[in-house]
């Protein structure tokens, strides 16, 4: 029976990774010191590893899927199938970005200052190619953590380090002199998997749903029952992703009303639906929109 090999990111993403996949369908059960959790489908073999090896397990095989960082894709240069985005983080639903940053009171304004300076990062190999495509020569080591600690203590003129809140940036008294590159969460596949007919048809549907999942968070739906003579006049109090669904109640002059909506307006809604005459309102959360 085929089996496919799937990558799950280790670290901060991985609480995060696993419960998309439990909304989008697939229990995934870690071990205690194991980096090989249960999942109940007979089709998928899971291994969790760093997002920073990942591309490198799926470009030799060993993996035949896997959800990694596009920054470390980047980073190793991985010959790897990207099937696309999933954007989800474990704080927001933007990209995450890399940026250069100083000490707060350097005389550095500019990525030209940084000229015959060293900088620290995990991302060395980006960074290198960007600094040489600039042609600017600074000097580039890789950094084992604490990266922004090592500007602060003058160790490094700069840094290279991935933000999504610039929190720890501004914590450290760092100031922000360049954006090296966005980066998401993807989901890639091995080129050679990719042209095998059923794991390529396993990939996108797992893809497919785990799509899904990320595109019903925030989303709910909405029910109502609706007078005939107010249905007009609710109707168009509502948004939808295409029109709501309407339905007549059996032997009445009444509606029923079905609609997906953000979340957010929800608060506003439901106080002018009743207003209007809508009866009955019932809300309900979402697995998937597909």
Same mark, same amino acid.
């Given at each position: ?20 996949? =439990? ?56 010959? &790897?199938?990207? &099937? ?39 991302? &060395? ?54 954006? $090296? ?8 596949? +091995? +080129? ?21 999942? $990320?595109?019903?968070?925030?989303? &709910? ?20 992703? +295409? ?5 007549? $109640? ?13 979340? =957010? ?21 979402? +697995?998937?929109?597909?």
């Amino acid at each position: 029976m085929p089996q496919l090999k799937l990558g799950l990111p280790k670290g901060s993403l991985e609480k995060a990774t696993i419960e998309l996949f =439990e909304k989008a369908g697939w229990q995934i059960k870690p071990v205690a010191r194991n980096y090989f959790p249960e999942i109940d489908d007979p089709d998928l073999s899971c291994s969790i590893c760093r997002p920073q090896e990942m591309s490198r397990y799926v470009e030799s095989g060993l993996l035949d899927a896997a959800i990694t960082g596009k920054d470390w894709t980047d980073e190793n240069q991985s010959d &790897v199938y990207v &099937v696309g985005d999933l954007v989800y983080s474990k704080v927001s639903r933007k990209p995450t970005r890399w940026i250069i940053a100083v000490n707060g009171d350097s005389p550095i304004r500019d990525i030209k200052d940084l000229a015959g300076k060293k900088i620290s990062t995990e991302l &060395v190999g980006v960074t290198k190619r960007f600094f040489a495509e600039k042609g600017i020569k600074v000097d580039v080591e890789f950094s084992w953590g604490a990266t922004e600690a090592k500007v602060v203590s003058g160790l490094v003129d700069a840094i290279v380090e991935v933000t999504e809140t610039e929190s720890t940036i501004r914590a450290h008294g760092l100031k922000i002199i360049y954006e $090296l590159m966005q980066s998401n969460t993807i989901f890639i596949a +091995n +080129n050679a998997a990719w042209e095998d007919p059923w794991k390529r048809e396993k990939i996108e549907n797992i893809f497919m749903m785990l799509q899904g999942s $990320l595109a019903a968070d925030r989303i &709910v739906g909405l029910k109502m029952n609706a007078p005939e003579d107010r249905l007009d006049a609710i109707v168009a109090l509502l948004p939808s992703l +295409n029109a709501p669904t309407i339905a007549h $109640l059996y032997n009445k002059k009444w509606y029923s009303i079905e609609t997906v909506i953000s979340q =957010e307006k929800v608060r506003e809604l439901i106080p002018s639906l009743k207003k209007n005459g809508a009866e009955g309102i019932i809300e309900y959360t979402l +697995n998937k929109v597909i």
